[in-house]
């Protein structure tokens, strides 16, 4: 696979584009048939991830949106999607996000602005991984069944008639034996397997590589559904594996294999919504912030106070809605976007949505983007009460303070509440 060099870094990915880039022109005679199918029914799956622009000669472009990660296609060509937002922190945007502990990590000086999603989330994967290995696997009892020399648990009846006579030398046993080989285990193990197809950072993979063989010496590598992490619940005694669960399910729900067998590179992608990380960091730091004031937050919260009585039921949802005792004190909506000559923002139809929500709720209301060295941060009065706060959330720590407290620093200064 060539080398790649663009804006002054090198990659093995054939392609290196930002959220909403897009490729240079691709010949079809270089994939397979099935490449381009792979993007629309797999990678993409009822959700669009990825843009195929067919061109006049019979070459197509892929053009981003706001996923980042890898994709390798059929005939092994990869197309790697970076953050747009350069100077950014991927590595504390992902722990904070996650609700992941600080913690020291090796790598971390070296996850700059610029490096590679994969390596910032196989680095904060690695040390939680490790954390976990260093306390011990967590393991479960599972009923099972056997045949065994003396009577263990409870004789299952009917098999041992069946199978052993009148007068038997072994025993059929139903019993409950303790293992480590459980789907939380399988999951991580499996997550573990999709990162070391990904991440090309030597020190890294090693690390991640003998982790993987502490995990499969109890436990089995086999790919696992998402629908199964759902019905994951920690016990108390595994309450350690919260912060590196997160991180499996954000990975295993980004992921699409084509072949699933162990080691295999396959086709595969890696694609995480950065809009969603956003949210969550709005959701976290906002929380923390007023921890300890009567205001909660809430996210994604549904109403139809704004239009009534018509056609149809006509609902919005705004991202955050801030409240104490149950009174609406503001409203907000983070959009991960900045701003440049194709895309004005703050956006007339952001602007538009937000006034929206500030109608039905009768509050201040706040639009909340990644920080851009101040350019678009202002206050528009409004014709209404209330007034529009346009608020840049940092992407990278302040110098001394750690990014949690440089978020909530900013929130605390900006929103137009005191806790």
């Known amino acids: 696979m060539p080398s790649v060099k663009t804006a002054g870094l090198s990659t093995t990915a054939d392609a290196v584009i930002p959220e909403y880039g897009t490729t240079e022109p691709i010949d079809h005679d270089e994939l397979p048939d099935r490449a381009p199918r792979v993007i629309d029914t797999e990678i993409n799956d009822g959700t669009e991830r990825v843009q195929i622009e067919w061109l006049p000669d019979g070459r197509f472009k892929l053009h981003a949106t706001s996923y980042v990660g890898i994709i390798t296609l059929p005939g092994d060509y990869t197309v790697e999607i970076r953050p747009k937002a350069r100077e ?41 991984l490790d954390d976990v290995l260093t306390r011990g696997l967590a393991s479960e009892y599972r009923r099972k069944s056997g045949t065994e020399d003396h009577v263990r648990g409870r004789i299952a009846v009917h098999r041992q008639l069946q199978r052993q006579g009148p007068q038997p030398t072994k025993f059929e046993c139903n019993y409950d034996s303790l293992t480590e080989d459980t789907v939380l285990n399988q999951s991580i193990l499996y997550a573990t397997d999709l990162l070391l197809r990904l991440v090309d950072d030597r020190a890294v993979s090693d690390r991640l590589h003998r982790h993987k063989q502490v995990l499969q010496r109890s436990t089995t590598l086999r790919p696992v559904r998402v629908v199964e992490l759902e019905q994951v619940e920690l016990s108390r005694l595994a309450a350690y594996y919260g912060d590196l669960f997160r991180l499996t399910k954000l990975i295993i729900s980004g992921i699409y294999a084509d072949e699933l067998t162990a080691g295999s590179r396959g086709s595969f992608s890696l694609l995480v919504n950065m809009n969603e990380i956003f949210e969550k960091i709005l959701e976290r730091g906002l929380s923390d912030t007023f921890a300890e004031s009567s205001i909660q937050i809430r996210t994604q919260v549904s109403t139809s106070n704004l239009l009534r009585d018509g056609s149809r039921r006509i609902t919005i949802r705004p991202d955050i809605l801030a409240e104490a005792d149950g009174v609406a004190k503001f409203v907000g ?34 639009l909340f983007y990644p920080a851009q060295g101040g350019t678009i941060s202002s206050t528009f009065d409004s014709k209404f009460d209330h007034d529009i706060h346009i608020v840049e959330v940092p992407t990278k720590p302040a110098a001394g303070l750690s990014f949690a407290e440089t978020v909530e620093r900013t929130l605390r200064e900006n929103v137009p509440l005191k806790a």
Do not use: C, M
């Open 88 to 128: 950014t922190d991927l590595l504390a945007l992902l722990r904070y996000s996650q609700g992941i502990r600080a913690k020291t990590i090796a790598e971390e000086t070296s996850i700059r602005e610029g490096n590679e999603f994969i390596h910032a989330l196989a680095t904060l994967f690695e040390a939680e």
């Open 333 to 366: 909506d983070a959009k991960w976007k900045l701003d440049d000559q194709r895309s004005r923002e703050p956006s007339n139809e952001d602007l538009y949505q937000l006034l929206s929500y500030q109608v039905a709720y009768e509050v201040p209301g706040v």
